[in-house]
């Protein structure tokens, strides 16, 4: 693919037996006001309907590729690293293959790239829906001033979530994508993160970009997470367990910095979308 023709973004879905979900993930991709992007579905050997279901979205849209893996990887690591190796965009998009966006989410981070070059990574706030209770998601909308993701502080937690992340093509490369490894299972994009921050700048737009659905039999409820973050400890400097506040202190850091996040993600990125203004941006 030329130059000329390549798309600015390529949006890589990891897929596996998501057929209840996948056509919505894909509409909310292709419902994009930005429009120079591919979808490249990764499919780790799904035993279901969603090949069938990709494949009707690619008679209809020639935006969108499916690519099938050989075997099950059982890594999320795996198809997104796949789709890495197949994307012609300039910027990567992630989105899993149970998440979706809203229609501005693409504009509003290729807007921040394109303006800022020194940053290789943005990212902006999903809502975690689970089930039904779609509301729920408003309790956790974080203080954006907390969310200035330099490498120190990501030693200490993680700051981005993954379907709602945009990064640099080249970079993404440069420091070899997805580590692999088992024991990162579940943590392997919040192990990216870290790896990026040490050499490149990371920015946060504090705007509601898109839905991040949580089920008690998703990747992340099913593994556990306190083995991983020991396993990050022990082996990639990391301070999660450490640095980890009190139920207290995390009251009063939540409750304080309430407002702000409300401000913020609901009144101030909101005006800046109906005004056309560059979205606000934080930074470390």
């Keep these: 693919m030329s130059p000329s023709t390549a798309p600015k973004v390529s949006i890589i879905i990891p897929a596996f037996n998501m057929e209840q979900h996948i056509g919505e993930t894909l509409d909310s991709a ?14 780790d050997c799904s035993t279901d309907s969603t090949p069938a279901i990709v494949s009707d979205y690619i008679a209809r ?7 099938r893996l050989n075997e099950n990887s059982n890594r999320p ?6 789709g890495i190796i197949e994307a012609s965009g300039q910027y990567i998009a992630f989105l899993d293959h149970d998440d979706t ?28 829906v689970e089930g039904s209770k779609r509301s729920r998601g408003f ?12 490498y120190e502080v990501l030693r200490r937690r993680n700051l ?27 943590v392997e994009d919040y192990h990216l993160w870290l790896r990026l921050s040490k050499e490149h ?21 099913l593994e556990n997470m306190q083995e991983r973050q020991k396993y990050l400890d022990s082996h990639e400097r990391t301070l999660l367990a450490a640095s980890r506040p009190s139920l207290p202190k995390r009251l009063f850091l939540k409750l304080g910095g309430y407002p702000i996040a409300v401000y913020f993600h609901l009144i101030d990125g909101r005006i800046r979308r109906i005004l056309g203004l560059p979205p ?5």
């Excluded at 849209?61 to 499916?66: A, C, L, M």
């Excluded at 290729?110 to 999903?126: G, K, Q, T, W, Y």
């Excluded at 981005?160 to 579940?186: H, K, N, W, Y």
């Excluded at 700048?201 to 992340?220: D, L, M, N």
């Design 101 to 128: 966006w809203e229609e501005y989410k693409l504009e509003r981070q290729v807007r921040v790239l394109d303006s800022r070059p020194n940053i290789a990574l943005v990212h902006s706030h999903l809502l975690v």
């Design 139 to 150: 309790l956790y909308l974080p203080n954006p001033f907390r969310l200035r993701a330099s």
């Design 280 to 284: 606000k941006v934080f930074r470390p």
């Design 30 to 43: 292709l419902a994009q006001t930005f429009t120079s992007f591919e979808v490249i579905v990764v499919d």
């Design 201 to 221: 700048g990371i920015a946060y737009i504090p705007e509601i970009h898109g839905r991040y659905r949580f089920a008690p039999t998703s990747t992340s409820s």
């Design 61 to 67: 849209d020639s935006r969108v590729r499916y690519v």
């Design 77 to 82: 690591a795996v198809p997104r690293n796949r």
């Design 160 to 186: 981005v979530q993954c379907s709602a992340a945009m990064g640099r093509t080249e970079v993404f490369r440069e420091i070899g994508g997805f580590d692999e490894r088992p024991e990162l299972r579940s």
